[in-house]
């Protein structure tokens, strides 16, 4: 079967860094999502992986290793603002997503 | 960037109504539209996907005569939840994809509220 797993909550002190893994099971790969979720907001796009590395975007980096099924999102000098969900979600053969349940970060002053 | 606006945002109703979900891409066709729910600290569950001028393709188990969906144009995609019932009750999300499926554009989500 298709599977998500991310864990379910984190918590971070402001200006340090998190990582938040994902490991995914699918039919077929056509890519790695990472979303942004603020409570009773819509996901907002953070990034998409579909080559293994590394693909940094300012604060925010995602890691995907298509071998081991596995992609982590780094979040570094961490301000309040990014207390949230992060959800992962992972496109299979069809094109579609599957959705992890969403990871709740924490983040404390 | 592209914007997807869905709205309402809120809408309360009565058990027995219908409430009427819309979904616009604003500055691209989009020719693919998801519809998703989300109940309380759950993930994303996909509904439907709707093609533009053509017939939804549901997912198992989502009744497509309760949960309406047109995508009448390349721009709009709407859902309607017929007959609602309180545990309809649920944040709704649609996104779209225009050429490129390489980002999935999200609406603002309707939160609905059967009473």
């Known amino acids: 079967g298709q599977n998500i797993d991310q864990p379910t909550e984190m918590t971070a002190t402001e200006g340090a860094i998190v990582q938040i893994n994902c490991t995914y099971q699918?039919?077929?790969?056509?890519?790695l999502f990472w979303y942004q979720q603020h409570a009773g907001e819509a996901p907002t796009f953070l990034s998409y992986n579909v080559l293994d590395g590394l693909e940094e975007k300012g604060r925010f980096s995602s890691f995907l290793s298509r071998s081991k099924g596995y992609s982590y999102l780094l979040l570094k000098e961490l301000q309040m603002k990014d207390s949230a969900s992060y959800l992962c979600?992972?496109?299979?053969?069809?094109?579609?997503?599957?959705w992890g349940a969403g990871t709740k970060l924490i983040i404390k002053p | 960037g592209a914007v997807v606006s869905q709205h309402p945002s809120r809408v309360i109703c009565k058990s027995g109504t219908s409430v009427k979900i819309e979904c616009r891409s604003l500055?691209?066709?989009?020719?693919?539209m998801f519809w998703y729910r989300q109940f309380p600290k759950q993930s994303l569950m996909l509904m439907a996907t709707?093609?533009?001028?053509?017939?939804?393709?549901?997912e198992q188990g989502v009744e497509k005569d309760k949960f309406l969906i047109n995508h009448a144009s390349l721009t709009l995609s709407t859902l309607t939840v017929t007959s609602a019932h309180p545990e309809d009750s649920s944040f709704y999300i649609c996104?779209?994809?225009?050429?490129?499926?390489?980002?999935?554009?999200f609406g603002q989500g309707t939160r609905l509220t059967v009473v």
């Open positions: 500055d691209f066709q989009a020719t693919t």
């Open positions: 699918t039919s077929g790969f056509n890519g």
């Open positions: 709707s093609n533009e001028g053509s017939k939804a393709t549901y």
């Open positions: 996104s779209a994809e225009g050429g490129r499926a390489t980002e999935a554009f």
């Open positions: 979600a992972a496109m299979d053969s069809n094109y579609q997503l599957i």
